[in-house]
């Protein structure tokens, strides 16, 4: 089965940093996405991690350890904006579907 | 740039009713996906569809869903006899191909509420 686990809130002020974590349990791994929502929306696309490592996209970044089944996305220089629910989703093998998390709401206070 | 669109932004049924929510996907994607989202809870996979057929299902997507592309652009999700519990956000998403790496666009949803 599939299993992945985020925290369900934070916060954090306009200019810092923030990390958001992300560990997973899948029966198989094809690659790991972050994507951002806004209340009301539809989720968009951040980022893809298939091999270990950093990946780094303007003031988001991505990291992924297969072999801990752990993710994070950076968030640098916060901008109220920001402010927003960020769901890590699994692509488990052999399959096309997105298994995704619960999600985690950050707040971004000035 | 190319989006997913999808109507109705809204829709209201009674229970019972048959309801078809419409997508047109990114013109030159070959993958298509249903996932719902009830309010406040995870982004769930319903299906997904390839090659103008059911490539992969979850246990939601019971005899009551239904799928369909019935033309070159518009893709559909069926319900043919709506629940209480039906009620959610319907995203419709929609991928170049399976190769990692490839993103899945989502569309702006369709909100579903069942009375």
């Known amino acids: 089965g599939q299993n992945i686990d985020q925290p369900t809130e934070m916060t954090a002020t306009e200019g810092a940093i923030v990390q958001i974590n992300c560990t997973y349990q899948t029966s198989g791994f094809n690659g790991l996405f972050w994507y951002q929502q806004h209340a009301g929306e539809a989720p968009t696309f951040l980022s893809y991690?298939?091999?270990?490592g950093l990946e780094e996209k303007g003031r988001f970044s991505s990291f992924l350890s297969r072999s801990k089944g752990y993710s994070y996305l950076l968030l640098k220089e916060l901008q109220m904006k920001d402010s927003a629910s960020y769901l890590c989703?699994?692509?488990?093998?052999?399959?096309?579907?997105?298994?995704f998390g619960t999600g985690t709401r950050l707040q971004v206070f000035p | 740039e190319p989006e997913v669109t999808q109507t109705p932004s809204h829709q209201v049924t009674q229970m019972g009713q048959e309801v078809i929510l419409r997508c047109v996907p990114i013109s030159n994607h070959l993958y298509f996906y249903w996932y719902r989202q009830i309010l406040g809870q995870k982004v769930e996979f319903l299906v997904s569809f390839y090659n103008n057929e059911i490539s992969e299902k979850s246990e939601i997507f019971d005899d009551q869903f239904s799928v369909e592309r019935p033309d070159g652009s518009n893709f559909t999700l069926k319900i043919r006899s709506t629940k209480l519990e039906d009620s959610a956000m319907y995203f419709c998403?929609?991928?170049?191909?399976?190769?990692?790496?490839?993103?899945?666009?989502f569309g702006p949803g369709t909100r579903l509420t069942v009375l």
């Open positions: 998403a929609s991928s170049e191909s399976l190769l990692g790496g490839l993103e899945q666009f």
């Open positions: 991690n298939v091999l270990d």
């Open positions: 989703a699994v692509s488990p093998r052999n399959t096309d579907k997105l298994i």
